[in-house]
Nanobody, 121 residues
Framework: QVQLVESGGGLVQPGGSLRLSCAAS????????MGWYCQAPGEQRKLVAA???????NYADSVKGRFTISRDNAKNTVYLQMNSLKPEDTAVYYC???????????????WGQGTLVTVSS
């Protein structure tokens, strides 16, 4: 089976920074697209950023210029560097990874457990 373990969330002041990490492990043949989603209380889960196998990135308009997604393929890990944080960034952040596995169904979208980011003074 595939497991995603997230870390890096916490309480920060407006204007501060955090770095989220998500490491994949288990029965992994290879990893495809990796991304981060956020979910604020009472709201739908939304895409924050994604990065393809080739390194192409995509960001929500609200985080462009402030957040950076990256990946370390050797470590099966995706990161989200969050700078200039705003109170409206407060949410639970979930990583999502496309995983190729050796048995049926051969391709899965795996989700992390979520890590809480709170931006408040």
């Amino acid at each position: 089976q595939v497991q995603l373990v997230e870390s890096g969330g916490g309480l920060v002041q407006p204007g501060g920074s955090l770095r989220l990490s998500c490491a994949a492990s288990g029965s992994i043949a290879s990893i495809r697209t990796m991304g981060w989603y956020c979910q604020a209380p009472g709201e739908q889960r939304k895409l924050v950023a994604a990065i393809s196998t080739g390194g192409t990135t995509n960001y929500a308009d609200s985080v462009k210029g402030r957040f950076t997604i990256s990946r370390d393929n050797a470590k099966n890990t995706v990161y989200l560097q969050m700078n200039s944080l705003k109170p409206e960034d407060t949410a639970v952040y979930y990583c999502n990874v496309g995983v190729v596995v050796s048995s049926t169904p051969n391709y899965l979208n795996a989700w992390g457990q979520g890590t809480l980011v709170t931006v408040s003074s």
